[in-house]
């Protein structure tokens, strides 16, 4: 019997626990959340974030970026939904402060230190940007971060994905114009933006490509207060 029940203890420690249904349907898409950011507190604490840390062998082949392709053109309705980027603007270009992370990308929106302060990480906030400014399918995000007070909706989020940037540029651009949030388009020497006004809040995309040829994206909204 006790041989029994040592070996009943060990499948019991076999069984995975039972997952939140709500956080299962924000993890359950084809993006990939680093497990180790979630739940994170902000801290006024330095934040360290490896910009160029690649995606898994898997996932930057010539495979992968036709899947990723193939999913974006079914979100716009077919490869005719999607759009050439306008005439650029004035160039962009981001500080070294900015571009570091999440909060940098907030920072360009004007947010407040209030609300600043009330910000989190985890992976689930990528959920929580609006249905148009989601990230290209297939994309890794590195790190998420939000809050969802009523003096502070904000959420801004840095994703890697092989495709190449004009073409992600090019989808994020049709999905906010399709949807009557016409964006407006800046290039600079390295990096890509596009900004606008979407659900009574601020938008803000910023996009580079890296050394390793991955197009890094983040992606920053400030709701109303």
């Not at 499948?11 to 709500?22: K, R, S």
């Not at 680093?34 to 801290?43: F, K, T």
């Not at 092989?162 to 399709?178: A, G, N, Q, T």
Request: include cysteine; aromatic fraction near 6%; glycine fraction near 10%.
């Amino acid at each position: 019997m006790a041989g029994l029940s040592a070996c009943a203890d060990e499948a019991a420690q076999d069984i995975a626990p039972e997952t939140d249904p709500i956080v299962q349907r924000a993890l359950n898409d084809p993006l990939m959340i680093e497990p180790d950011l979630a739940s994170q507190n902000l801290g006024n604490s330095a934040l360290e974030f490896d910009i160029g840390h690649p995606l898994p062998p898997e996932n930057d082949g010539p495979a992968a970026v036709l899947a990723a392709r193939e999913e974006a053109f079914a979100v716009l309705g077919g490869s005719s939904g999607l759009k050439d980027l306008p005439a650029s603007g004035s160039e962009v270009e981001l500080a070294e402060a900015e571009a570091f992370d999440t909060v940098g990308r907030l920072d360009r929106l004007s947010i407040s230190k209030s609300c600043e302060a009330q910000l989190r990480f985890s992976g689930t906030w990528v959920a929580r940007l609006p249905e148009r400014l989601q990230p290209f399918p297939r994309g890794s995000t590195k790190e998420a971060i939000g809050s969802a007070t009523g003096n502070c909706r904000a959420v801004a989020a840095l994703y890697l994905t092989p495709v190449p940037i004009e073409d992600v540029l090019r989808y994020h651009f049709s999905r906010l114009d399709e949807g009557g949030a016409r964006a407006s388009y800046t290039k600079g020497e390295t990096w890509h933006s596009l900004t606008g006004s979407i659900d009574g809040g601020r938008y803000e995309i910023t996009a580079r490509e890296l050394p390793s040829g991955l197009a890094e994206v983040g992606i920053a909204y400030l709701g109303a207060a």
